[in-house]
C-alpha cells in the first residue's frame, strides 16, 4: 500500500488502536492512574490481560 502525504498543515487520520473492549479497559485503568488508585489499576491491567489472551 503506498502512502499518500498529507498537504501541509492537515494531520492524517488515526485509527483507533485494539478493540472496543480493550479501549474500555485501557481508559479504566488510565482513570484509576490519575486517580492515584494502583490497586484498582492493576486490576484494570489484570482484566485487560486476560481479555487479549482469551480474545485476541
Known amino acids: 500500500m503506498a502512502h ?3 498537504p501541509a498543515g492537515e494531520a ?3 485509527p483507533p ?3 472496543a473492549e480493550c ?3 485501557k481508559a ?3 482513570e484509576a492512574v ?3 488508585d494502583r490497586e484498582l489499576a492493576e ?3 489484570v ?3 486476560r481479555h487479549v489472551r482469551y480474545c485476541h
Open 4 to 6: 499518500t502525504p498529507q
Open 12 to 14: 492524517a487520520p488515526v
Open 17 to 19: 488502536v485494539g478493540c
Open 23 to 25: 479501549r474500555r479497559l
Open 28 to 30: 479504566g485503568r488510565a
Open 34 to 36: 490519575r486517580a492515584g
Open 43 to 45: 486490576g484494570w491491567a
Open 47 to 49: 482484566v485487560h490481560g
